[in-house]
């Protein structure tokens, strides 16, 4: 049986981690994209930009929700999005010092 460690990890490791997750795909890179442009919450236009089929697209939109990246209403049988603004600081915020902190350890000289 497989043991998952991830919980032995610190709390803002693990988030670092799953925002990184979330970004991973460059599908839903350009959903964040399309909503930033947009300055406004849109619905079925995020299916028209993206080469992709609605409901890959819905899935992304899933990913991105989840994660507290987005967030959404569904109005009849339509989905509204928009960028969740104050969580793209947060995770900014933790990338940003996470980045510093690495950047605090760099060697004088690299080894490779």
Not at 28 to 33: D, F, G, P, Q
Not at 52 to 73: D, M, N, P, W, Y
Request: hydrophobic content about 45%; charged content about 25%; proline content about 3%.
């Amino acid at each position: 049986m497989a043991v998952n460690k991830k919980l032995e990890f610190a709390a803002d490791d693990l988030a670092l981690a799953e925002f990184a997750k979330t970004l991973s795909h460059p599908a839903r890179v350009a959903i964040l994209k399309t909503l930033a442009e947009k300055q406004t919450c849109i619905c079925g236009e995020i299916v028209d930009v993206l080469p992709l089929a609605q409901a890959t697209v819905s899935q992304h939109l899933k990913e991105l929700k989840t994660a507290g990246l987005i967030s959404g209403e569904v109005e009849g049988v339509r989905s509204c999005y928009c960028i969740d603004w104050a969580s793209i600081e947060a995770m900014t915020t933790r990338m940003e010092a996470f980045l510093a902190a690495l950047k605090a350890l760099k060697p004088e000289t690299t080894c490779c």
